[in-house]
Protein backbone atom coordinates (compact mmCIF):
# COMPACT_ATOMS: atom_id res chain seq x y z
CA UNK A 1 0.00 0.00 0.00
CA UNK A 2 1.31 3.28 -0.97
CA UNK A 3 1.62 6.37 1.15
CA UNK A 4 1.21 10.14 -0.17
CA UNK A 5 3.56 12.25 1.66
CA UNK A 6 2.39 15.75 0.17
CA UNK A 7 -0.48 16.54 -2.14
CA UNK A 8 -0.41 20.16 -3.17
CA UNK A 9 -2.07 21.85 -6.48
CA UNK A 10 0.33 23.49 -8.70
CA UNK A 11 0.43 25.30 -11.54
CA UNK A 12 3.46 23.21 -13.77
CA UNK A 13 6.75 24.54 -15.06
CA UNK A 14 7.08 22.11 -17.49
CA UNK A 15 5.26 19.24 -19.38
CA UNK A 16 4.26 16.57 -17.63
CA UNK A 17 2.03 13.08 -17.26
CA UNK A 18 -0.94 12.48 -15.26
CA UNK A 19 -0.21 9.22 -13.18
CA UNK A 20 -4.09 8.71 -13.39
CA UNK A 21 -4.52 8.53 -17.32
CA UNK A 22 -0.92 8.76 -18.73
CA UNK A 23 -2.10 11.86 -20.65
CA UNK A 24 0.47 14.49 -21.29
CA UNK A 25 0.28 17.65 -19.89
CA UNK A 26 1.88 20.83 -21.47
CA UNK A 27 3.72 23.35 -18.85
CA UNK A 28 1.26 26.01 -17.17
CA UNK A 29 -1.47 23.52 -16.23
CA UNK A 30 -2.92 22.90 -12.86
CA UNK A 31 -2.27 19.70 -11.77
CA UNK A 32 -1.99 18.11 -8.16
CA UNK A 33 1.80 16.98 -7.47
CA UNK A 34 2.09 14.52 -5.06
CA UNK A 35 4.54 12.56 -3.05
CA UNK A 36 4.12 9.03 -2.98
CA UNK A 37 5.96 6.07 -0.68
CA UNK A 38 5.95 2.16 -2.10
CA UNK A 39 7.85 -0.17 -1.15
CA UNK A 40 11.43 1.47 0.51
CA UNK A 41 11.10 4.24 -2.88
CA UNK A 42 9.92 8.04 -2.84
CA UNK A 43 8.51 9.31 -6.03
CA UNK A 44 6.42 12.29 -7.26
CA UNK A 45 3.90 12.29 -9.43
CA UNK A 46 1.22 14.37 -10.89
CA UNK A 47 -2.62 14.37 -11.37
CA UNK A 48 -4.88 15.89 -13.84
CA UNK A 49 -8.16 17.94 -12.60
CA UNK A 50 -9.87 15.03 -14.26
CA UNK A 51 -8.60 12.07 -13.05
CA UNK A 52 -9.11 14.00 -9.54
CA UNK A 53 -12.70 14.20 -10.15
CA UNK A 54 -13.20 11.30 -12.04
CA UNK A 55 -11.90 9.27 -8.22
CA UNK A 56 -14.17 12.33 -6.60
CA UNK A 57 -17.21 10.57 -8.11
CA UNK A 58 -15.95 6.85 -8.60
CA UNK A 59 -13.92 5.56 -6.20
CA UNK A 60 -14.49 4.98 -2.27
CA UNK A 61 -11.95 5.87 0.71
CA UNK A 62 -8.52 4.35 0.41
CA UNK A 63 -8.95 2.50 -3.26
CA UNK A 64 -5.59 2.58 -5.26
CA UNK A 65 -5.28 2.54 -8.63
CA UNK A 66 -2.16 1.63 -11.05
CA UNK A 67 -0.37 4.07 -13.39
CA UNK A 68 -3.24 4.87 -16.42
CA UNK A 69 -5.86 3.23 -15.05
CA UNK A 70 -8.03 5.55 -14.42
CA UNK A 71 -8.37 6.41 -18.17
CA UNK A 72 -7.59 2.78 -19.12
CA UNK A 73 -10.87 1.14 -17.14
CA UNK A 74 -13.24 3.83 -18.00
CA UNK A 75 -12.28 6.30 -21.11
CA UNK A 76 -16.07 7.08 -21.96
CA UNK A 77 -16.79 8.10 -18.24
CA UNK A 78 -13.13 9.81 -17.94
CA UNK A 79 -14.15 11.71 -21.36
CA UNK A 80 -17.68 12.88 -19.93
CA UNK A 81 -16.27 14.54 -16.62
CA UNK A 82 -13.27 15.89 -18.93
CA UNK A 83 -16.03 17.77 -20.92
CA UNK A 84 -17.58 18.98 -18.05
CA UNK A 85 -14.68 20.33 -16.52
CA UNK A 86 -14.27 22.34 -20.01
CA UNK A 87 -17.72 23.13 -20.37
CA UNK A 88 -18.05 21.28 -23.51
CA UNK A 89 -21.56 20.61 -24.52
Same mark, same amino acid.
Given at each position: ?????? &??? #?????????? =?????? *?? =???????????? /?? #????? &??????????????? =????? @??? #?? @??? *??? &????????? /? #??
Amino acid at each position: MSTYLS &WKE #VITRKAHECF =GCDKKY *PK =GMKMVRAANADE /GT #VDTIY &WCETCLEYINKNFYS =GQETG @QGE #VF @QND *PEG &WEEIRKELE /G #VK
